[in-house]
């Protein structure tokens, strides 16, 4: 059973930064692919970035693309964000999620394993 653990939300001002982080349990988290999701109240949980298990391949949303980098260290079981040039529209709960199913990387029912979440607020 794999759990996940996310840290580093908070609020920032409008063009700031912040890097969250996502630390897994297990010994397996080197082969598997890992996720970034956020959910803004009111709104449907939205795809942010993934990345795959080696860590070679990256994908963003259209959203953030250019402002956000997904990363990892398998020898930490963790995962980050980074994220830069923060919007308002950027505040919600970001999530971390293992990929679970084949098929696309930007789709929310193909991961799993879901962390508790951690606030963003991004200030105007």
């Known amino acids: 059973q794999v759990q996940l653990v996310e840290s580093g939300g908070g609020l920032v001002q409008a063009g700031g930064s912040l890097s969250l982080s996502c630390a897994a349990s297990?010994?397996?988290?080197?082969?598997?692919?890992m996720g970034w999701f956020r959910q803004a109240p009111g709104k449907e949980r939205e795809f942010v970035a993934a990345?795959?298990?080696?860590?070679?391949?990256?994908y963003y949303g259209d959203s953030v693309k250019g402002r956000f980098t997904i990363s990892r260290d398998n020898a930490k079981n963790t995962v980050y964000l980074q994220m830069s040039s923060l919007k308002p529209e950027d505040t919600a709960v970001y999530y971390c999620?293992?990929?679970?199913?084949?098929?696309?990387?930007?789709?929310?029912?193909?991961?799993?394993?879901w962390g508790q979440g951690t606030q963003v607020t991004v200030s105007s």
């Open positions: 297990g010994r397996s988290f080197s082969s598997y692919a």
């Open positions: 999620a293992r990929k679970i199913a084949g098929g696309s990387y930007y789709q929310v029912p193909n991961f799993g394993s």
């Open positions: 990345i795959s298990s080696s860590g070679a391949a990256t």
